[in-house]
């Protein structure tokens, strides 16, 4: 497909997919591309009012396996819990947290785990707690992984790790098991020197689970993707460098044998961890920075968020652009969930609804609107002197002058022939 910049849907994407969109303003929007009728409408899930200048979506994450639970977090110290309902209602809880901004949300075993720009790690006890006073009456329990944090990433598959990175080499890659008190159990080991026997710089902006809790990668904004294993050594066992002057990673997905990557140039890539020499697809259709990647349940469509303020699907495998949508603000996080039938039938009756209130408020435009009068605007009219005689004796006397010269010439002409 074409490179484009207007809203599109393939015509091979059938899948029943919705998305959530996080932007930098601070709204969150709900996306259904699965709509035939208008598969680019969008509705916020918040007020809009309501939003400030430290609104700004920094953490998107589904809190739950079934994917009916959101949780949000910005670049203030509160994080939003949104409850999905069968009927497409949702229902927001709002909790303080000790830091901002919020760079990772998870939850295990009904607590909420935070992870904050400053190195540290906050978990809230969520007991079917309801009144507010008694939720800050609860001390959370503060983990410390060193002075900068990047990313925070739980694991699908063993919900009670976590891993952290950010940048310089005290705040490399770190897992920790929040089933025993949040223990720390590995800590990445950085590569040996250069040539120049110097250290290689360290930034790890964003981290995924491969295969397990065991594999981990990471990318960084200094143009590197890392390969871990857990169970054989603390330092990489694959690494991927780009030698392109400006190649920063920002974002990464892993699935299976591969991991998505994409850069603050608008490049979005894909590498095979069984040979990290170089890369197997490249994903085109970006024209900013892609700040977020989400892989829905079955690995085959890849969902981006881009600075360009559109948010897209790909095919994984075809590298095909599927849908793409312009969501009016930079995107910051993106989320990718199966629809229900439950909520794809309300969707298709709230898709209904619109129809209507088009139909009347184009009938509302159509009857004109009766103009207030202005009192002082129309006593000057009144005084002001008509011109109109003056105009029509002025445009007479022209008619006049412009006859009496084709009189005159017509007569020289003839004169001339006899």
């Not at 981290?207 to 065991?214: A, L, M, N, R």
Request: glycine share 6%; hydrophobic share 35%; aromatic share 6%.
């Amino acid at each position: 497909m074409k490179w484009t910049t207007a809203n599109l849907k393939h015509a091979n994407y059938t899948a029943k997919h919705e998305l959530f969109v996080g932007t930098h303003t601070g709204s969150f929007k709900h996306l259904v591309p699965a709509l035939e009728k208008n598969p680019y409408s969008q509705s916020n899930l918040t007020d809009v009012a309501a939003l400030d200048k430290e609104s700004r979506v920094t953490a998107l994450a589904f809190g739950n396996e079934a994917q009916t639970e959101i949780l949000l977090g910005r670049a203030k110290n509160v994080v939003e819990v949104h409850s999905l309902g069968a009927s497409g209602a949702s229902r927001t809880r709002h909790i303080n947290v000790a830091g901002a901004p919020i760079v990772g949300l998870a939850r295990y075993n009904n607590k909420l785990i935070a992870g904050f720009s400053n190195g540290k790690i906050q978990t809230t006890s969520l007991d079917a707690v309801d009144d507010e006073e008694e939720e800050s009456a609860a001390e959370p329990v503060l983990i410390t992984t060193g002075d900068h944090m990047d990313h925070l990433r739980q694991c699908s598959t063993a919900r009670q790790i976590v891993a952290t990175g950010g940048k310089a080499r005290q705040n490399n890659l770190k897992i920790y098991d929040l089933s025993a008190d949040g223990k720390q159990i590995f800590s990445s080991k950085n590569l040996p020197n250069d040539y120049l026997q110097l250290e290689v710089p360290v930034w790890d902006s964003d981290i995924g689970f491969v295969d397990g809790p065991s594999v981990l990668a990471t990318c960084s904004r200094h143009g590197y993707v890392r390969l871990y294993d857990t169970r054989k050594q603390r330092r990489p066992v694959a690494h991927f460098a780009s030698e392109e002057h400006g190649m920063s990673f920002a974002s990464l997905v892993a699935n299976g044998h591969y991991i998505y990557t994409g850069t603050t140039m608008g490049v979005l890539k894909a590498f095979d961890t069984r040979r990290m020499k170089t890369h197997v697809h490249t994903y085109k259709g970006f024209t900013g920075g892609i700040s977020d990647l989400y892989l829905d349940e079955t690995g085959k469509y890849l969902s981006s968020a881009s600075l360009d303020r559109y948010v897209r699907v790909h095919d994984a495998d075809s590298t095909v652009l599927l849908y793409q949508c312009y969501v009016k603000s930079k995107a910051t996080k993106v989320l990718i969930n199966q629809l229900s039938q439950q909520r794809q039938l309300s969707e298709d009756d709230n898709e209904a609804e619109p129809e209507v209130q088009t139909q009347e408020s184009i009938r509302n435009k159509r009857e004109p609107k009766a103009t207030p009068l202005d009192a002082e605007y129309e006593d000057m009219f009144e005084q002001m002197a008509t011109v109109g005689d003056s105009d029509d004796e002025a445009n007479e006397q022209q008619m006049t002058v412009a006859q009496k010269r084709k009189a005159t010439t017509q007569s020289q002409k003839s004169k001339k022939k006899k």
